[in-house]
């Protein structure tokens, strides 16, 4: 699957926030569907888990700036949660 594909459908078909708040609200609030946390996250305790609760947590292997572009978005993103997926296939990413 194309990471960077799948995140742009998400984020134009479906649900997410963006940000290492909006993601851990989002998580505490159990509507988060994924996790998906950059290798540069400031919170060592999504960075270091496999998931939050029963939300997995995808560990994208590049920094918060590289997530930012794949995403689209012209600054950087360390955490983002997958609220819906929309029509993306986000959801099958191997955690």
Partial sequence: MDLAHA?????????VRLGLEETR???????ARLLIVSRTCPDATL?????????????YDGTAV???QACGR?????AMAIVDPGSSAILTLET
């Fill in 74 to 78: 012209p600054f950087p993103v360390s």
């Fill in 25 to 31: 609200r989002a998580a505490h609030e159990k509507k």
């Fill in 7 to 15: 995140l742009k459908v998400a984020l134009e078909t479906g649900t």
């Fill in 66 to 68: 590289d997530l930012g």
């Fill in 47 to 59: 960075v270091g888990q496999r998931a939050v609760g029963k939300i997995p947590i995808y560990h």
